[in-house]
């Protein structure tokens, strides 16, 4: 239909499905503090990572790019208690704006924030032989989306689970001659993907409080 009534939609499931606490909304609204102000996941989309992760059963959680950490807090209160979500920033300004959010949220023991470029921390992730993560949310600097693919696959089991933020860019996705690095960063992916037999695959489109956007969804089976 229309812009407006997309925001409609999304603000009534947002009233009737999503309780947001005062923490939640403090990290949201504080998007503005860093340098990418309204990048952040909306508040259905970030309880649907939440449900994602649960679904999956995620105990270890990887996330690209964590902004001011809204969806950092969604995705930690997913795995409770005994789970961990690490999750790479390349601003030390975001990070810090992170930091604030995460502790007014409660989930600081079970969240490491690694600054610096996303690509050297998940090298040195690799590098350390971690625990395997069960989840994977890329949603960071979107050049580098293969590159966060192919460090995802070296560091998750078979059966984790990846989802990518910003795949349908208004439609701008289907453009093959496109000279945006944005939109080549997310048509490289999607190629990768459909190559490699481990991993299944899908897209959905999404409307809403963010406009017209849509997540991957990938699920590595060996
Ligand atoms: C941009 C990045 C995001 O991850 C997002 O969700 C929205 C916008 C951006 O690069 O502008
Ligand atoms: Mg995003």
Not at 117 to 125: G, H, I, K, V
Not at 154 to 176: E, F, M, Y
Request: aromatic letters at 6%; a negative charge.
């Amino acid at each position: 239909e229309s812009d407006q009534t997309w925001r409609e939609v999304d603000a009534y499931f947002e009233d009737a499905l999503v309780a947001e606490d005062d923490a939640l909304t403090a990290a949201r609204t504080s998007g503005t503090r860093t340098t990418m102000p309204r990048a952040e996941v909306s508040p259905n989309q970030g309880k649907l990572l939440g449900m994602l992760c649960q679904m999956a059963d995620a105990t270890r959680v990887l996330e690209f790019g964590t902004l001011a950490g809204y969806s950092t807090i969604w995705l930690a209160r997913a795995v409770g208690d005994g789970g961990h979500v690490t999750t790479l920033e390349l601003e030390e300004q975001n990070a810090e704006v992170a930091r604030q959010n995460l502790e007014r949220a409660g989930v600081t023991d079970r969240v490491e924030i690694l600054a610096g470029p996303a690509t050297e921390s998940a090298q040195r992730l690799i590098d350390d032989a971690v625990e395997p993560y069960d989840f994977v949310f890329i949603d960071a600097d979107k050049p580098n989306n293969p590159a966060y693919l192919r460090a995802s696959l070296a560091l998750t089991r078979p059966g984790a689970v990846i989802v990518i933020d910003n795949v349908v860019r208004n439609g701008t996705v289907t453009d093959s001659e496109t000279l945006d690095a944005s939109t080549q960063g997310v048509r490289a992916v999607v190629a990768e993907i459909a190559r490699d037999p481990r991993l299944h695959a899908t897209a959905i489109q999404t409307v809403g409080a963010k406009g017209w956007d849509g997540f991957l969804l990938i699920r590595r089976t060996a």
